[in-house]
């Protein structure tokens, strides 16, 4: 018994801690190096981001975008992919429902 809650102990500080916050996710993940929230850097403002997509739920579509990149849906400036090691699955998740209520 001891030696599994040691186990579990172990796999449990192994595992990268979840971010306290969507922002704070989109700021370790290197989103905020070309987003912010109201104003337009090198990509959309999450504002710009949730009024094209206001109405919708397009959290699975803009996770795969986000995953693999994309190029045109808010100019010619392409947005290279971002993968689990930069931003969770759950902090992507999280980090993409905010944005969307912006």
């Known amino acids: 018994m001891k030696a599994m809650l040691l186990l579990v102990t172990a796999?449990?500080?192994?595992?990268?801690?979840?971010?306290?916050?969507?922002?704070?996710?989109?700021?370790?993940?290197?989103?905020?190096?070309?987003?912010?929230?109201?104003?337009?850097?090198?990509?959309?403002?999450?504002?710009?981001?949730?009024?094209?997509?206001?109405?919708?739920?397009p959290v699975a579509a803009l996770s795969q975008k986000v995953r693999s990149g994309g190029k045109g849906v808010f100019g010619p400036i392409p947005m290279p992919p971002n993968g689990a090691d930069k931003i969770a699955d759950g902090d992507l998740k999280d980090s993409l429902i905010w944005i969307l209520k912006q």
């Open 11 to 57: 796999l449990g500080l192994a595992m990268p801690a979840a971010a306290a916050t969507p922002e704070e996710a989109l700021t370790k993940g290197g989103c905020m190096a070309c987003h912010a929230k109201d104003k337009k850097l090198v990509g959309p403002s999450f504002k710009d981001i949730a009024a094209k997509y206001k109405g919708q739920d």
